[in-house]
């Protein structure tokens, strides 16, 4: 095996890619070609780093760099990788002051646990004997050898592992009705088709580590009785879908999926298939009539799918992020998995974090940290130095949590009693120079767009709600206007064939409840 | 066998995605992606060939094609130009940017220029929120913060490289 001195790891998923990682790696290339150390410095590409920009580790310093342009690339290789000296201006905030050595473990004294993001950033992706060297595919091989697919269904509900879409069903409760449905046939499918705005969890974990997503496909497919599985991409998601692609190619060519795996009698093949851009599509039920090539529109449930989904059969649809904590559960046990996070609410959470701050990026925390914790340590405060307003958690259909409430704990039960939702997993904090009025009418156009139009209280809703909206802005509003849109926004919650359409009213309800006052500005003048 | 007049649109590639797919369980969406990216719009043409080679209703087809934004019955300029309103783009300009372009192309939202050098499109989030506003082109150019002030430079700078 041939040695290299230094290792850089270089983040390559798309955000990074649309930050320039690509032209960052293409002079990095042409640097160390021409001061001839091609051969002593090694460039690995990986997923996301939990940075944005672009970012880079080098080891075995493991020096982390955040924000490099192709400008900075030549200093980087002169300084740091021929005279030894960290350039201290690019390095990542939270490793520049401390010993350099520390590096990415640092960071995750920040108050992170990494259990779905253990190996994004740090394999290459593209390699499958990079994930399994990590352990990979050995909770696959593991069930086979040892465990009949009850017992996997019983790991996984001691594990109190619950759906990380944004309803929280508990994954082995699932499981368990679709093993005890009997057919000839059953799926099962990961639902990726990720579409809230500032939402990209899963897209980093696809791109930064798709093994771990197969393997867990698999153990489910073992445990509930089925051959087939589909991930359900969006179509925009084009550097996901590649490196999906390759990693089932690669797996198939191991006999890690396929015909009879690691000579079991277990079989098991995985397609892929893409969105069409539709958000309605990741509900459920829609996602399966996408698959089946029809409009995107959801069903009526019951029955739900774990009795009937994919062409009438028994299906599981599982998130991504569900999945990838599947294997770590399986080698680790139910009970290694419980104790992590807080009572009700097991394991990790992987959060998206945006906005006005410092730090924003992919980060993954236990689940009972307080948003304020996330704000202050994770994101360390707003950028532009202002006051934070809210923070708006879950994506467009999540909760807007006034500053004041933000010693609210992010685990699923405390937020349930409050009425509030986990969501796509995305925090965005927004400061106090932005108005509610406009803020809520971005959201509105959204949902107007997005409606599937199946069922009227959505459809009209929506549409109804960016009519106020509009109105607002204008300063055209009349004060009755704010009591109808509270009612409009009950009956589409109760009234809403789909979650689409029950959970678009969220951020309004809740402005409504804390904002009121300034949405009020847009009334009338002589009216308020 | 494909038609030499040069009016005619050749379909052997589309009879052969086809031929691939027939009999397999829910391969319509696929077979409208891999018909778009060869043929560049699905033209009511192509929905009738894909309806009768899959021996599914042609409403079905029509129906799935308009449901989905990722399809288009018309072609699409050579270069698409697609504005992010994902809402920490919107919180940041982009509905200026949207306005901006249309009216220096003059075309509405969806629309595609007459020399069919631009198509305009918005998107959601393409997940790049730290660069917000951001604007792509045909999904490989990226802008970053981008201000309505640029705007004639970015379009300028393709229509340089068409004259070239």
């Known amino acids: 095996m041939k040695f290299y001195r230094s290792h850089i790891i270089l983040g390559m ?119 399994i060297a990590k352990d990979g595919y050995m909770a696959l091989g593991k069930v086979l050898a040892e465990n009949t697919p009850k017992d996997v269904i019983d790991i996984v509900k001691d594990s109190e592992l619950r759906g990380r879409g944004g309803a929280a069903f508990p994954t082995g409760k699932k499981w368990e009705f679709t093993y005890n449905t009997e057919s000839c046939q059953k799926y099962v499918i990961c639902n990726a088709d990720e579409g809230e705005p500032g939402t990209f969890k899963d897209r980093l974990i696809m791109e930064g580590d798709p093994h771990a997503l197969l393997e867990a496909m698999a153990i489910c497919g073992y445990a509930i009785g089925a051959d087939k599985g589909f991930i359900y991409v969006r179509g925009e998601y084009s550097l996901s879908i590649e490196r999906v692609k390759k990693a089932i190619k690669d797996a198939e060519a191991l006999n890690l999926l396929g015909k009879n795996i690691l000579n079991s009698d277990f079989s098991f093949e995985i397609e892929v298939c893409l969105g069409g851009g539709a958000y309605v599509c990741g509900e459920e039920t829609a996602l399966i009539e996408s698959i089946e090539g029809k409009r995107g529109e959801p069903r009526l449930k019951p029955p739900y799918p774990p009795v009937c989904g994919l062409f009438g059969k028994p299906t599981i649809v599982n998130n991504v992020e569900t999945f990838a904590n599947i294997p770590q559960i399986i080698l ?197 | 066998m494909a038609c030499e007049c040069g009016n005619c649109i050749d379909y052997s590639v589309l009879e052969r995605i086809i031929e691939e797919s027939r009999g397999k369980e829910g391969i319509l969406i696929n077979v409208l992606h891999s018909a778009q990216e060869h043929y560049g719009a699905l033209t009511p043409d192509i929905q009738k060939k894909i309806a009768e080679g899959l021996n599914i209703p042609l409403s079905q087809v029509y129906g799935t094609v308009t449901f989905y934004h990722f399809f288009t019955m018309v072609p699409k300029g050579k270069y698409v130009i697609k504005i992010c309103t994902g809402t920490a783009c919107y919180v940041r300009g982009a509905n200026k940017l949207v306005e901006s372009f249309a009216d220096k192309l003059n075309v509405e939202v969806g629309g595609t220029t ?36 640029e705007i004639d430079g970015i379009i300028e700078g393709y229509r340089q490289k068409e004259a070239e």
């Open chain 1, 13 to 131: 998923d798309t955000p990074s890619l649309l930050a320039g990682a690509k032209g960052v790696r293409d002079t990095l290339e042409k640097e160390l070609k021409a001061k001839k150390i091609e051969n002593e410095i090694r460039i690995v590409e990986t997923g996301s780093l939990g940075y944005h920009g672009v970012s880079m580790i080098v080891y075995p310093e493991g020096v982390t760099y955040t924000g490099i342009t192709a400008s900075d690339v030549k200093e980087l290789v002169e300084e740091h990788l021929i005279k030894g000296r960290p350039v201290r201006r690019l390095m990542a905030e939270d490793n520049s002051q401390k010993d350099i050595c520390a590096g990415q473990q640092e960071r995750l004294l920040d108050g992170q646990v990494r259990i779905v993001l253990k190996n994004a950033g740090s394999i290459d992706p593209e390699n499958i004997s990079e994930y």
């Open chain 2, 114 to 149: 007459s020399d069919g050098l631009f198509s305009l499109e918005t998107v959601r989030c393409v997940g790049a929120c730290s660069l917000a506003p951001v604007v792509t082109v045909n999904d490989v150019d990226i802008y970053k913060r981008v201000t309505p002030k």
């Open chain 1, 332 to 528: 680790n046990g139910g009970e290694w998995f419980k104790k992590l996070g807080v009572q009700g609410s097991a394991g990790t959470k992987v959060f998206t974090i945006l906005g006005d701050i410092n730090e924003k990026g992919l980060i993954e925390v236990p689940m009972g940290i307080t948003l304020k914790e996330v704000f202050e340590n994770i994101a360390k405060g707003t950028r532009s130095g202002k006051k934070v307003k809210f923070a708006h958690i879950g994506g467009s259909s999540g909760n807007i949590v006034p500053f004041k409430d933000f010693d609210i704990k992010l685990d699923l039960n405390t937020l349930a009693s409050s009425d509030l939702t986990h969501g796509s997993g995305v925090i965005l904090f927004v400061s106090e120079d932005i108005h509610i009025n406009d803020y809520l009418k971005s959201i509105a156009k959204f949902f107007q767009h997005e409606s599937c139009g199946k069922c009227t209280p959505c459809r009209e809703g929506t549409f109804r709600i960016y009519q106020f909206m509009e109105k607002l802005n204008r300063n055209q509003a009349k004060k009755s206007d704010i009591a109808k849109m509270k009612d409009l926004c009950m009956v589409m919650k109760k009234a809403s064939f789909c979650g689409l359409g029950q959970a678009a009213v969220n951020p309004f309800i809740d402005a409504m409840r804390h904002f009121e006052k300034e949405m009020m500005e847009g009334v009338k003048e002589g009216e308020r």
